[in-house]
């Protein structure tokens, strides 16, 4: 009966990805979102943010070619509508994206 249980499980919680890949899914796609809008509003509020235009224009520029090839390699992609970006002022060169169209640039 345990397997049985396991298999089910397994078997209603495979999603095939955007890419074609199988993946297993156990959390929906609208709690991840709520979850990464949470994580995203905490990192603003315990991280400085900048707020240079030149710098956010330069950001915002590289993020919307980003986002413009998913949307043409994934056409079928479920994707944000809009999207969220911050610059946050950090020397570790890195950039994130979160589930609920939220991006992250480190200033570094």
Known sequence: ???????????????????????????????????????????KQQNAVITRPDINRLVQCITEALVSAAHTRYPDAPMPQSWEIAVFENATPNAFALPGGKIGVHSG
């Open 1 to 43: 009966l345990l397997l049985i249980l396991v298999i089910v499980t397994f078997l209603t919680g495979c999603q095939e990805s955007p890419t074609g890949r199988n993946r297993l899914a156990l959390v929906p796609d609208a709690v991840l979102a709520d979850m990464g809008q949470e994580s995203f509003a905490q990192m």
